[in-house]
C-alpha cells in the first residue's frame, strides 16, 4: 500500500508501528494486506480495516504482524466470547460475526478453485449452517503438568507455538464436555504419573459421552479407581488406551454399549467406538448428510459407491433410498463398525470393503470389480486424486465430492472438469467448524 492513501494525520508505513488496510483473510485466519508491495499477515485483522501493527519477523517475501490497534474495524468485527481467543489455536475467526465468517470461507472456496486451473461452478449452494456454539463433539485435548504455570494444564495448542493452552472453559466444545475442564484438571492433578498422561479424548453420542485417557505408563490402582470414580460420578464413560487406537479399552463401566448418534430423516442410528472418526458437529452433519443425498439423488434402481464411508454416516442413508450401496474404507476397525451398523438398522442392500484408496493396486483392484451409477466421495484432507485418476471409462453420472480441504478438493475439481470431462454443477460451503478456519464443502458434477 502507497502512503498516500493512508487517511489525513495518521502516519505512514516507514513510522512504527505501520498502517496496512487489509486486503483479505488468508487460509489461518490472518489479515493480509500490501504494505509497500510487500504481503504482510496481521494476526486478528480483518478484510477492510485499516489496522496499525509492529512487524513481528520480516522475511524475503513477506512480512508477519502483530496487531497493535484497529484504526477503522470492519463493521463485522464482534467481541470474541471466549477469553483464550488470540492465544488458544483451537479458533482464529471469533472477532468475526458467524455471517461474515461463512462469506470469507466461500471466498477460499472461490480462490483455490480460480488458483488450480480456473474451475468456476455454474452454480452457488446456499452455505450450510447450524448453532455456532457448543458444536464440538469430538475433541482431542492435550494435558501437561507444567508445576511453572500452576500445574496441570488441560487444553489445544497456543496459536503458532507447541504450549497448551489452560483451559477452564470452551465455547466450541459441547457442553457435556466443557463443563467438565475444571473437574478434570482436578481429576489429573491427582494422578500419581500425570506426566506420563498426554491426551484425552472426548466423544459425544446423542445421549452419552466418553472420555479416553491416553497414557504411556501402565495406571496405579488409586489411579484407576480416582477415574473410575470420576466416570460414576459424572456419568461419563471412562476408557483408557495405552497404545495406538486400537488399544482402546473400557474402564468405567466395564461393557458400555456403543455411542449412538441419529439421523431422524433416515431413520438411523450410527452406532460408534471412542476413538472412531466421526464428523465434528452433529447439527451440520445431519444437514449434510440430507444434503449430499438430495444432491446425488439416488433413484431405486441406482447402484452407488460411498469413497471413505468410515463408519456408514452416508452410506446407510443412501441404502434407504438406493437399489445398492458399497461403502469403501480403509480402516478394519470402521469397516467392522459399518457392517455392524448396516445391521443394527435393519439394512441389507449395503456392503462395505476395506480397501486403501490411496494404494494403486488396491484401488484399481476394486474398481475393476465395482459396478454403479452414481458416486459420493468424502476423503481426508489429501483429497481424491490417486482414486479419480484410476476412475473407470464410463463414470458416475453424478458425482458428490465432500471436502474438508479447499485446496485438494479445487486440484481435485481441476482435474475432474479439464481431464475428465465433467461439470462442477454446483459447490458450496458447510459451517462444520464455525469460528476456525476449517472450510467444509460439498461439491457436484455431472458429465459434460
Ligand atoms: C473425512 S472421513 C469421512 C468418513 C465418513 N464419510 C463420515 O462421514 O463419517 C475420511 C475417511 O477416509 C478414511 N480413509 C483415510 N485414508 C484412506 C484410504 N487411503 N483409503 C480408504 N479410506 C481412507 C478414514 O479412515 C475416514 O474414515
Given amino acids: 500500500m502507497s502512503r498516500k492513501r493512508f487517511p489525513k494525520g495518521v502516519s505512514g508505513p516507514e513510522s512504527d508501528p505501520r498502517l496496512a488496510r487489509i486486503d483479505a483473510l488468508n487460509d489461518d485466519g490472518r489479515?493480509?494486506?500490501?504494505?509497500d508491495g510487500k504481503v504482510t499477515f496481521i494476526d486478528g485483522a480483518l478484510p477492510g480495516e485499516l489496522v496499525r501493527y509492529r512487524v513481528l519477523k520480516g522475511k524475503r517475501n513477506f512480512d508477519q504482524g502483530d496487531l497493535v490497534e484497529v484504526v477503522e474495524a470492519s463493521p463485522h468485527r464482534v467481541a470474541p466470547a471466549c477469553e483464550y481467543f488470540g492465544v488458544c489455536g483451537g479458533c482464529s475467526l471469533q472477532h468475526l460475526d458467524a455471517a461474515a465468517q461463512i462469506v470469507e470461507k466461500e471466498q477460499v472456496l472461490r480462490d483455490k478453485l480460480r488458483q488450480f486451473g480456473g474451475v468456476e461452478p455454474e452454480g452457488w449452494l446456499p452455505p450450510l449452517t447450524g448453532p455456532v456454539w457448543g458444536y464440538r463433539r469430538s475433541a482431542r485435548l492435550g494435558v501437561r503438568n507444567v508445576p511453572k504455570k500452576g500445574g496441570?494444564?488441560?487444553?489445544?495448542?497456543?496459536?503458532?507455538?507447541?504450549?497448551?493452552?489452560?483451559?477452564?472453559?470452551c465455547h466450541t466444545l459441547d457442553s457435556r464436555v466443557a463443563r467438565l475442564l475444571p473437574a478434570l484438571i482436578e481429576l489429573i492433578s491427582g494422578i500419581s504419573r500425570n506426566d506420563r498422561l498426554p491426551q484425552i479424548e472426548a466423544a459425544c453420542g446423542d445421549d452419552e459421552m466418553a472420555l479416553v485417557f491416553r497414557h504411556l505408563e501402565p495406571l496405579m490402582p488409586d489411579d484407576l479407581a480416582r477415574l473410575a470414580a470420576f466416570g460414576r460420578d459424572h456419568g461419563v464413560r471412562v476408557y483408557l488406551q495405552p497404545k495406538g487406537p486400537e488399544s482402546v479399552t473400557p474402564l468405567e463401566p466395564a461393557?458400555?454399549?456403543?455411542?449412538v448418534y441419529r439421523l431422524p430423516e433416515f431413520d438411523i442410528a450410527?452406532?460408534?467406538?471412542?476413538?472412531?472418526?466421526?464428523q465434528v458437529n452433529a447439527g451440520i452433519n445431519r444437514r449434510m448428510v440430507a444434503q449430499a443425498i438430495d444432491l446425488l439423488d439416488p433413484q431405486p434402481d441406482?447402484?452407488?459407491?460411498?469413497?471413505?464411508?468410515?463408519?456408514?454416516?452416508?452410506?446407510?442413508?443412501?441404502?434407504?433410498?438406493?437399489?445398492?450401496?458399497?461403502?469403501?474404507?480403509?480402516?478394519?476397525?470402521?469397516?467392522?463398525?459399518?457392517?455392524?451398523?448396516?445391521?443394527?438398522?435393519?439394512i441389507a442392500n449395503a456392503e462395505f470393503r476395506q480397501v486403501d484408496l490411496y494404494d494403486e493396486a488396491?484401488?484399481?483392484?476394486?474398481?475393476?470389480?465395482?459396478?454403479?451409477?452414481?458416486?459420493?466421495?468424502?476423503?481426508?484432507r489429501s483429497g481424491a486424486m490417486e482414486v479419480l485418476k484410476l476412475l473407470p471409462e464410463t463414470g458416475p453420472r453424478r458425482l458428490?465430492?465432500?471436502?474438508c480441504n479447499p485446496a485438494t478438493l479445487a486440484r481435485d475439481c481441476e482435474y475432474l472438469v479439464n481431464s475428465l470431462g465433467y461439470r462442477l454443477v454446483r459447490i458450496g460451503v458447510m459451517d462444520m467448524f464455525p469460528h476456525t478456519n476449517h472450510v467444509e464443502s460439498i461439491a457436484v458434477f455431472e458429465p459434460a
Fill in 31 to 35: 489479515g493480509v494486506a500490501r504494505v
Fill in 362 to 380: 488396491q484401488a484399481r483392484d476394486f474398481w475393476a470389480s465395482a459396478s454403479f451409477d452414481k458416486l459420493l466421495i468424502d476423503p481426508p
Fill in 270 to 278: 450410527i452406532h460408534f467406538q471412542p476413538a472412531d472418526f466421526i
Fill in 400 to 403: 458428490v465430492y465432500v471436502s
Fill in 152 to 169: 496441570i494444564i488441560i487444553g489445544f495448542r497456543e496459536r503458532r507455538s507447541s504450549y497448551l493452552t489452560p483451559l477452564r472453559n
Fill in 302 to 346: 441406482e447402484r452407488v459407491v460411498d469413497l471413505f464411508c468410515g463408519l456408514g454416516n452416508f452410506t446407510l442413508p443412501l441404502a434407504r433410498r438406493a437399489a445398492r450401496v458399497t461403502g469403501v474404507e480403509a480402516e478394519r476397525r470402521l469397516v467392522l463398525g459399518a457392517r455392524d451398523n448396516a445391521a443394527r438398522n435393519g
Fill in 255 to 259: 461393557d458400555p454399549s456403543p455411542l
